[in-house]
């Protein structure tokens, strides 16, 4: 059983920056696309960002394109996301999940098998 676990949430100060961490534990022999979603409170899962089992290919959700980064350290099957100059509008329990290398487009939230308990971000104005 693999178990998702993410941490770094909390208050930032629009502008502001933080970092979401997330590690994969268990079952972790086979090396996982990971992502992130976010989602906001009556709204849908929205897709934050993407990286490869490699760490070479990424992609990005175009609200967060050019201020959020993805990266990960396979060897320990952890990702984090570096977030950059934060909107109210970036407010959310932010995700993370693993799926199967391979699998469909990386974007639907329906092509992750684990996901984690989520990690909230609040942006204050």
């Known amino acids: 059983q693999v178990h998702v676990r993410e941490s770094g949430g909390g208050p930032v100060q629009a502008g502001g920056s933080l970092r979401l961490s997330c590690t994969a534990s268990?079952?972790?022999?086979?090396?996982?696309?990971m992502g992130w979603f976010r989602q906001s409170p009556g709204e849908q899962r929205e897709f934050v960002a993407y990286?490869?089992?490699?760490?070479?290919?990424?992609f990005y959700g175009r609200s967060v394109k050019g201020r959020f980064t993805i990266s990960r350290d396979s060897a320990k099957n952890t990702v984090t996301l570096q977030m950059t100059d934060l909107k109210s509008d970036d407010a959310a329990v932010y995700y993370c999940?693993?799926?199967?290398?391979?699998?469909?487009?990386?974007?639907?939230?329906?092509?992750?098998?684990?996901w984690g308990q989520g990690t909230q971000v609040t942006v204050s104005s």
């Open positions: 999940a693993l799926r199967l290398p391979g699998g469909a487009s990386g974007i639907l939230p329906s092509s992750y098998t684990y």
């Open positions: 268990g079952g972790t022999q086979i090396t996982y696309d």
């Open positions: 990286v490869d089992g490699s760490g070479s290919s990424t």
